[in-house]
């Protein structure tokens, strides 16, 4: 900034003769300001705010951040330098050009040609001072980040010495890093959001079941067990359609023991239960179950998941049964040889037997729930792993199902012995109530008819009489003033049910209607912070017919890894398409509708990179390889075909794509610590491999926003430059709210 630069204002009668000479009087004031004031981050706010111990735990995961936002700053800076270059020479061309009117003025006859010369002069003199003054806020803003970049090389270097995983391959230190710090979150719980209890509880089983964090769990068992049973998650958050999730929610602060034979071949530590759960493990010489029940209820467990001898459950197996909250006992299933399926493994809510015992149940009949969908192998008389053909070749070896490919390549053998309590059968005294089990015909001690009498034990529930009474008294309302409509039949057409499964098994009209298949898209936007808040409003952003839908928004990723994460979610839920929408763009209401319209296999809209002029972040192949970038040469609303980069700011894609590929999908490189292939790229060049075309619509338009700066960038046609405000006629184009 220069004096010079404020005489515009009284050119332009912006401003008053007073408010000039104010601004003049105080110009040494301004421009001193402006030298001293700071556009990045201090010192402190990166010691104490990037690098915090709470988002960044451990010495590696500060390294690799610091060095990550030195980098930005560095290639920031070096693309700083070639805009000056540019608008210095774009200078040079100006000032010809002004000679070459000034001769064709000195020609001129005519005075109005005169006055057109001198007035295209004027102009051309004013783009000069705009890039003059553009240049010193460049110089500015290269200062800056000078400073910062100085600031980074002052911490990297102490962090460099004290690295747990080495400085060459950045992903080592991400199991710890995430296990550490989704253990703070959870033990801090109520700081959090909604939306980040959701992935917080999500986050940190992940962290503690991953098999790269085996021994740290065992050193911060005391801690882990802190965060995973502080709180009660159905306390303060909302049931969820996530089947994961809900068990999480459901049997938090459970107690949970598991029996089985000294000779299972299962190696019952890989098995998923809920990581805030207590675990313990009992074995049998061969599993009676009645004298198992015995002696989980004498142990004072919740619940007790039984194993028999010759049974091989898959490692989610557990959880699946213990997603039946409702039932006290159920079982997996397993099919013998003669095709049928069998009861195999057990889960008993002990907690709910003594409920029903309190309130006075005498009798234990009741049979327990198989769950044919929860499937298990088991091992046959010749020693070979045996099952549903479907899961299990006849040599034993499991096939396409990762719950049993995923420990050993195998199923889940038992790789040491693990140290557990023997329980003889003469040691288990009998409980007050009997319970006891019939093998043959599949039912177990319960208590059927204590069940059905709870709903009418004085205190439990609203008087029933009182109910009958009232709704006596409600049956063939009339309508009043003589309505000529007929009285309100006596049974209702209209029902409730509590989930679609108890409404599909209550009516055959519903269960026919909804046996079919649903497309489903997953709707991705990470956020690097937690902090972070979406661009795009998600309420107001119009969905494809005929389709379910939901959003997950994974976060404290870097940008690879977070792909990576939605994308195995995506899988993992069954989702169709995966459509990604980064945090910093807003897109258009209607971008999801028009993508998917095309059905292709990846499409996705046009948006401009974060400075002027502008240039498509995607990028293109000339015939002769060389890439490029698009600034304003191409035809609006033209559909392109073989993007070279396709970003993933407002991108769908078919999950399909991914099953083809072999994880991780996506992947960042760097040379000599700066960034040189971008996860993007890296995607883009695995399809182009696999003949995918890779589209992109320009007719979806969307607007990149550095939030930093609160500048947007879009086309011409939506966005202002100069006054960074969006064309009014466009206010209810884009899925976002503007002022």
């Not at 159905?234 to 969820?240: G, S």
Request: hydrophobic share 35%.
């Amino acid at each position: 900034m220069e004096e010079k630069n404020l005489v515009v204002l009284k050119d332009l009668d912006l401003v008053t003769k007073d408010d000039v000479k104010f601004l003049q009087t105080n110009s040494k004031e301004f421009l001193d300001r402006y030298r001293r004031r700071s556009l990045f981050r201090s010192r402190f706010e990166m010691d104490a705010f990037v690098l915090n111990d709470t988002e960044h735990p451990t010495p590696d995961s500060k390294y690799w951040q610091a060095i990550g936002e030195q980098a930005v700053h560095v290639s920031e800076l070096i693309r700083l330098g070639f805009n000056a270059q540019k608008s210095k020479a774009e200078v040079e061309l100006l000032q010809a050009e002004i000679e070459e009117l000034e001769d064709d003025k000195n020609q001129a006859e005519k005075d109005y040609k005169i006055k057109q010369i001198n007035a295209k002069i004027k102009t051309k003199q004013i783009e000069i001072d705009e890039k003059s003054y553009g240049q010193l806020e460049c110089k500015k803003v290269a200062q800056e980040r000078l400073k910062e970049i100085r600031n980074w090389e002052d911490i990297i270097p102490n962090l460099e010495a004290n690295l747990k995983h080495g400085k060459e391959d950045w992903e080592k230190h991400h199991p710890e890093r995430a296990l550490l710090r989704t253990e703070w979150q959870m033990r801090n719980f109520d700081m959090l959001d909604d939306e980040n209890k959701k992935n917080t509880v999500k986050f940190f089983a992940a962290s503690v079941n991953h098999p790269d964090n085996k021994e740290l769990v065992q050193e911060r068992k005391e801690q882990i067990a802190e965060g995973a049973s502080k709180y009660d998650m159905k306390k303060v958050i909302a049931p969820t359609s996530d089947p994961t999730m809900q068990k999480l929610l459901d049997h938090k602060r459970k107690n949970l023991m598991i029996i089985h034979s000294d000779n299972s071949p299962v190696d019952f530590g890989n098995l998923r239960p809920h990581p805030g759960m207590q675990v313990v493990t009992r074995t049998m010489p061969s599993v009676i179950i009645p004298e198992a029940l015995k002696h989980a209820i004498q142990s004072g467990v919740d619940l007790v998941y039984i194993v028999e001898d010759d049974i091989v459950p898959s490692v989610g197996g557990m959880m699946e049964l213990m997603s039946n909250k409702d039932e006290l006992a159920v079982t997996g299933a397993v099919m013998r040889e003669d095709g049928k399926q069998y009861p195999a493994t057990l889960l008993v809510n002990i907690e709910g037997i003594r409920a029903i015992e309190n309130l006075g149940g005498k009798e234990h009949n009741l049979e327990p729930i198989m769950v044919p969908e929860v499937e298990c192998l088991y091992i046959g008389k010749d020693g070979i792993l045996k099952g549903n053909p479907s899961i299990v070749n006849e040599n034993g070896r499991p096939i396409g199902n990762e719950n049993f490919e995923k420990f050993n390549g195998t199923y889940l053998h038992r790789i040491g012995t693990p140290v557990t309590e023997q329980i003889m059968s003469t040691e288990a005294t009998m409980p007050k109530k009997d319970v006891f089990v019939d093998r043959e015909l599949g039912t177990i001690a319960g208590a059927i008819e204590a069940e059905k009498k709870r709903s009418i034990v004085e205190g439990i529930n609203p008087p029933i009489k009182a109910i009958n009474d009232f709704a006596e008294e409600r049956k063939g309302l009339k309508l009043a003033s003589g309505s000529q409509f007929l009285q309100q039949p006596k049974v209702s057409s209209m029902k409730d049910f509590e989930s679609k499964k108890a409404l599909t098994d209550g009516d055959p009209i519903a269960k026919k209607y909804f046996n079919r298949k649903v497309r489903k898209i997953m709707v991705a936007s990470p956020h690097r912070l937690q902090t972070d808040l979406n661009s795009t409003d998600f309420n107001i952003l119009q969905m494809p017919a005929a389709v379910d839908s939901f959003l997950e928004s994974p976060w404290g990723f870097n940008v690879s890894d977070s792909r990576n994460t939605y994308v195995q979610i995506a899988i993992d839920k069954g989702a169709d398409w995966i459509f990604s929408v980064d945090d910093d763009t807003i897109i258009p209401r209607n971008a999801l509708v028009q993508l998917f319209s095309h059905q292709a296999d990846i499409i996705g809209g046009f948006y401009y990179r974060k400075y002027f002029p502008l240039e498509s972040v995607g990028m293109f192949e000339a015939e002769d390889t060389t890439p490029y970038a698009l600034d304003g040469s191409y035809k609006f609303g033209e559909v392109l075909h073989n993007v070279l980069v396709l970003p993933s700011g407002c991108t769908l894609i078919k999950v399909d794509l991914f099953k083809r590929m072999e994880p991780p999908w996506y992947k960042t490189f760097t040379v000599n610590q700066r960034a040189s292939l971008t996860e993007d790229s890296y995607l883009c060049q695995r399809l182009r491999e696999m003949d995918v075309d890779v589209m992109m619509d320009t007719s979806v338009q969307c607007l990149h926003v550095d939030k930093q700066k609160g500048t947007i960038y879009g086309h011409p046609e939506f966005i202002d430059a100069h006054t960074n405000t969006l064309n009014t006629k466009y206010s209810d184009y884009f899925a976002a709210q503007f002022e």
